[in-house]
Nanobody, 124 residues
C-alpha cells in the first residue's frame, strides 16, 4: 500500500504560480498528477519515473508546469507557472508500481494509488 497526501492548492489570479506537493509513504515506480475540471473528464497532467527521472506532460501545460521528485523524501512536486483560468480543477496525485508511466487518455485506470485531491482555482 502507498498513501498519498497532496498539499499546496489554492486560488490565484491568471499569470500567477502555485506549487503542489504529494507526500508518498514509500518510493514507487511512477508518480503523476491528474486533474478534473467541473464537467470534464479526468486528465493526465504530468508524470515522472522514480528510477530515471523521465518526465512527461500533457501538451496544454508544456513550458508552464514542471514535475519533479525528491526521492529522499518520496515527495512529488508540480510547479505551476503562468496559470490560466482553464487550469482550474481538482488536482490529484497518483502512483503505480509498474509500466507504463502514461498520461494518455484511458490510462488513469492503471494507477493504483490516489490522493484525496487539492483544489486549484485560477481567476481571470
Amino acid at each position: 500500500q502507498v498513501q498519498l497526501v497532496e498539499s499546496g492548492g489554492g486560488s490565484v489570479q491568471a499569470g500567477g504560480s502555485l506549487r503542489l506537493s504529494c507526500a508518498a509513504s514509500r518510493s514507487i515506480y511512477c508518480m503523476a498528477w491528474f486533474r478534473r475540471a467541473p464537467g470534464k473528464e479526468r486528465e493526465g497532467v504530468a508524470s515522472i519515473r522514480a528510477g530515471d527521472g523521465i518526465t512527461s506532460y500533457t501538451d496544454s501545460v508544456k513550458g508552464r508546469f514542471t514535475v519533479s521528485q525528491d526521492n529522499s523524501r518520496n515527495t512529488l512536486y508540480l510547479e505551476m507557472n503562468s496559470l490560466k483560468p482553464e487550469d482550474t480543477a481538482m488536482y490529484y496525485c497518483a502512483a503505480k508500481a509498474s509500466a507504463p508511466c502514461s498520461l494518455a487518455r484511458g490510462f488513469d485506470w492503471s494507477y493504483t494509488y490516489w490522493g484525496q485531491g487539492t483544489q486549484v482555482t485560477v481567476s481571470s
